[in-house]
Structures are given as C-alpha cells and as structure tokens.
Antibody, heavy 119, light 111 residues
Framework: EVQLVESGGGLVQPGGSLRLSCAAS????????MTWVRQAPGKGLEWVSA????????YYADSVKGRFTISRDNSKNTLYLQMNSLKAEDTAVYYC????????????WGRGTLVTVSS | QSVLTQPPSVSGAPGQRVTISCTGASSNIGAGYDVHWYQQLPGTAPKFLIS???NRPSGVPDRFSGSKSGTSASLAIIGLQAEDEADYYCQSYDSSLSGWVFGGGTKLTVL
C-alpha cells in the first residue's frame, strides 16, 4: 500500500524558514517523480514543485522560484521542501504526491501538513 | 485566477446527472496535454478520480467519466449520491509555465 506522510509544518514568522518532509513507502521511491501541491485555507490547489526520481530534474512554480528548494534522499525514501523567505501568502496545507510521470498527474497524495506564516 | 477555468459550483438531486467543465488554452489542454480530475471530500486530501482525460483508476465507480475536446474537458457524474458531495479539480500541464496547472475547483452539492 502506498503511503505518503508529511511532517514539518507549523507556525513561522514572515521571512522565516521551514523544511517539510514526506516519508514514502509501498512503492519504488527511487524511480518515482514526486510533487508538492499546496492549498491555502478555503482556496483551490496550487502546484508548487516537482522532482525527478533521480533528483536531477527540479521544477518550480513562479510563485516560489528562488525561495523554495525541492530535494530527495532516495536512501531514506524521503522527499523534502526547504522553504525560505516565507510570506503570508505561503500559508497553506502542503501535500506531497506521487507523480505518475509523463504528465500523467498525481496518483497518490499524503494527508498534508499545515504551514502558517504569521507574526 | 486559475489557469484552467471551472464553474465555482454545480448541484443536482440524488440520481441525477451533472457535468463539470474545465476550460484551458493552447498552451495546456489545447496543446494535447492530458486532463486529470481529483475529488476532495471535506477535510481530506485530494483523490485521483480520472486520469488521462477519461480513464478511471482502480476503485473509482463507473458513475464517473471524463472527456476532452479541443481546449476543454468535462467530468460527468451519473446517478448522483450523497457521498459525491465534494470539491472537484481538473489538472493538466502548461508548456508556457513549465508546470502543472489546476482549475479553481467546483463544489458539488447533492440536493
């Protein structure tokens, strides 16, 4: 059974940093592209970032480019999202998702972790 | 403002049929990229509902179907049930943005 468990969310001040983690199990992590999607309170889904199975390819939404860094540790089956220079508009539930590859969408999602940026 | 356009809400009585539209552009749906649909029940994570325009992942009832034509796609639900009340999102890839794009979501109310 595929499982994705996010952690690392919390309350952070504007300008601060936070690192999210996503522990994966139930599938071959090393060959799976992974994605972060966020959802602001009461709003829709927004793609944030994606990474190839090897970690050699990384992709970002314009809204986070230069501030967020996606990475993975295939030896630990874990996906990360390093978030710097956080803004109030980054407040959201952050979901990690297993990318089906080839522009085929996200087949499995974690339950999400809430990030609140506020002073 | 979402790149893909969906109606904010739709409704229908139990047993009825409803459709949800998803309109894109020449850089996403019109460029040939597949459209996928997700169902988000209240307070839960999104669930993969339709893949590759019209394919149902294992476990998704055949009451749900998808289609795509030109720069638009649609999700149809027949035989509405109370448990179908949820938010529905379409998603594709945009070559201009080099990333995924989502619709703004449609809230389905079962009357």
């Amino acid at each position: 059974e595929v499982q994705l468990v996010e952690s690392g969310g919390g309350l952070v001040q504007p300008g601060g940093s936070l690192r999210l983690s996503c522990a994966a199990s139930g599938f071959t992590f090393t060959t799976s592209a992974m994605t972060w999607v966020r959802q602001a309170p009461g709003k829709g889904l927004e793609w944030v970032s994606a990474i190839s199975g090897s970690g050699g390819g990384t992709y970002y939404a314009d809204s986070v480019k230069g501030r967020f860094t996606i990475s993975r540790d295939n030896s630990k089956n874990t996906l990360y999202l390093q978030m710097n220079s956080l803004k109030a508009e980054d407040t959201a539930v952050y979901y990690c998702a297993k990318d089906r590859g080839g522009y085929a969408g996200a087949g499995y999602w974690g339950r999400g972790t809430l990030v609140t940026v506020s002073s | 403002q979402s790149v893909l356009t969906q109606p904010p809400s739709v409704s229908g009585a139990p047993g009825q049929r409803v459709t949800i539209s998803c309109t894109g552009a020449s850089s996403n749906i019109g460029a040939g990229y597949d459209v996928h649909w997700y169902q988000q029940l209240p307070g839960t994570a999104p669930k993969f509902l339709i893949s590759g325009n019209s394919n149902r992942p294992s476990g998704v009832p055949d009451r749900f179907s998808g289609s795509k034509s030109g720069t638009s796609a649609s999700l149809a639900i027949i035989g509405l049930q109370a448990e179908d009340e949820a938010d529905y999102y379409c998603q594709s890839y945009d070559s201009s943005l080099s990333g995924w794009v989502f619709g703004g979501g449609t809230k389905l109310t079962v009357l």
